[in-house]
């Protein structure tokens, strides 16, 4: 049986690999695979994490009392980093 904290960490192991992907279709074909898993490691391990605990975990914007209930703000503002040019 998978405990609650392994199924939470699942739970949000799916969207942060939603938030690395959603940006694959715009990259597909314009720059090499080897780029396109350094961005997502990138985004998965440091830049997503971050965005979270500021919405789930007690950071500044639970604190201002936003909601976030299906992780859309987290995810694509994640998928915002490809906007940068």
Same mark, same amino acid.
């Given at each position: 049986?998978?405990?609650?904290?392994? &199924?939470?960490?699942?739970?949000?192991? /799916?969207?942060?690999?939603?938030? &690395?992907?959603? /940006?694959? *279709? &715009?990259?597909?074909?314009?720059?090499?695979?080897?780029?396109?898993?350094?961005?997502?490691? /990138?985004?998965?391990?440091?830049?997503?994490?971050?965005?979270?605990?500021?919405?789930?975990? *007690?950071?500044? !914007?639970?604190? !201002? *009392?936003?909601?976030?209930? &299906?992780?859309?703000?987290?995810?694509?503002?994640? *998928? !915002?980093?490809? !906007?940068?040019?």
């Amino acid at each position: 049986m998978i405990s609650e904290k392994g &199924a939470a960490f699942v739970f949000n192991l /799916v969207f942060c690999a939603t938030t &690395a992907t959603i /940006v694959s *279709g &715009a990259m597909a074909e314009r720059t090499k695979f080897s780029t396109y898993c350094i961005y997502s490691a /990138v985004i998965s391990l440091f830049i997503y994490p971050i965005e979270a605990h500021w919405t789930w975990g *007690g950071g500044w !914007l639970s604190q !201002l *009392g936003f909601h976030d209930y &299906a992780d859309s703000c987290a995810i694509h503002t994640g *998928g !915002l980093k490809n !906007l940068q040019n």
